[in-house]
């Protein structure tokens, strides 16, 4: 069994950076890929990162590109969204995925373990 836990989410201002980390624990964390996806009211889910198994390669949905980035540390089983440049349009519940292979991938459907997910809200 797989566990994901989200942290670092909050109530900032447009313009403001927060750092989200996600803790996995449970199988092995190092050969998957992981994903950020967001869901803000009344929308459905939306990617909006992803990093591959080592690191090297990683994918960002168009609207946070240049703002956000992933990173992941295997000896410590985290990955973590650094955002920048947070605007109104950015607040959503923020979830961090594993994915089912070391590829990044942006379909939820290549997604097994989900953590509950971190309320980020950005004011204008």
């Known amino acids: 069994q797989v566990q994901l836990v989200e942290s670092g989410g909050g109530l900032v201002q447009a313009g403001d950076s927060l750092r989200l980390s996600c803790a996995a624990s449970g199988q092995t964390f190092s050969t998957y890929a992981m994903g950020w996806f967001r869901q803000a009211p009344g929308k459905e889910r939306e990617f909006v990162a992803a990093?591959?198994?080592?690191?090297?390669?990683?994918y960002y949905v168009n609207s946070v590109k240049g703002r956000f980035t992933i990173s992941r540390d295997n000896a410590k089983n985290t990955v973590v969204l650094q955002m920048n440049s947070l605007k109104p349009e950015d607040t959503a519940v923020y979830y961090c995925a594993r994915s089912r292979d070391g590829t990044v991938r942006l379909g939820s459907s290549w997604y097994d373990y989900w953590g509950q997910g971190t309320q980020v809200t950005v004011s204008s």
């Open positions: 990093i591959d198994w080592l690191g090297g390669s990683t």
